[in-house]
T-cell receptor
Framework: DTEVTQTPKHLVMGMTNKKSLKCEQHMGHRAMYWYKQKAKKPPELMFVYSYEKLSINESVPSRFSPECPNSSLLNLHLHALQPEDSALYLC???????????FGPGTRLLVL | AQSVAQPEDQVNVAEGNPLTVKCTYSVSGNPYLFWYVQYPNRGLQFLLKYITGDNLVKGSYGFEAEFNKSQTSFHLKKPSALVSDSALYFCAVRELNQAGTALIFGKGTTLSVSS
């Protein structure tokens, strides 16, 4: 089973709101990732967690705050976002940081 | 830095014909190459990867890819296209640095299969 789940599927938020995206996998993977994807563009890496420790932060603005409460769960906390942050947010996981990444279906975010 | 290039924005083929989606790479050291497919409003699905070994890699849904070191290419192929293969295809290379591992994606190629 190579399933990564993400909730919610869609999210609309105002620029003053606080919301969270959730990602979950039960494959025993120890690396988890957040990507941002604009329409018709490739995914861009935001964060990497390896063994529940943040190992890569690709200079993402502080209005995005990742959290990895345990090895199965990854959150992305959102606060004071801008309209240009509207995108598809993809979560992925891999057995180890060198293994194949498997992606969830994404959360489509619209910031008004 | 590692990179991949997908020279075609769009590839059009008729159902039943063979298809090729092109990818070239630029890496230092041994390349670790991947193909993913994305259907509309969906996440990315893993198709296949090349790490080492045979230059012809077989993957999901009848897809295969040919690794060519001299031409630095990793083209995706399928002998007989289906309408349901219409989607956005991404080639990617794994980049490893002190901080960890990242996938670097090409810009993507839209495949359109007509009936």
């Amino acid at each position: 089973d190579t399933e990564v789940t993400q909730t919610p599927k869609h999210l609309v938020m105002g620029m003053t709101n606080k919301k969270s995206l959730k990602c979950e996998q039960h494959m025993g993977h120890r690396a988890m990732y957040w990507y941002k994807q604009k329409a018709k563009k490739p995914p861009e890496l935001m964060f990497v967690y390896s063994y529940e420790k943040l190992s890569i932060n690709e200079s993402v603005p502080s209005r995005f705050s990742p959290e990895c409460p345990n090895s199965s769960l990854l959150n992305l906390h959102l606060h004071a976002l801008q309209p240009e942050d509207s995108a598809l947010y993809l979560c992925a996981s891999s057995l180890g940081s060198l293994e194949t990444q498997y992606f969830g279906p994404g959360t489509r975010l619209l910031v008004l | 830095a590692q990179s991949v290039a997908q020279p075609e924005d769009q590839v059009n083929v008729a159902e039943g014909n063979p298809l090729t989606v092109k990818c070239t790479y630029s890496v230092s050291g041994n390349p670790y190459l991947f193909w993913y497919v994305q259907y509309p409003n969906r996440g990315l699905q893993f198709l296949l990867k090349y790490i080492t070994g045979d230059n012809l890699v077989k993957g999901s849904y009848g897809f295969e890819a040919e690794f060519n070191k001299s031409q630095t290419s990793f083209h995706l192929k399928k002998p007989s296209a289906l309408v349901s293969d219409s989607a956005l295809y991404f080639c990617a290379v794994r980049e490893l640095n002190q901080a960890g591992t990242a996938l670097i994606f090409g810009k993507g190629t839209t495949l359109s299969v007509s009936s």
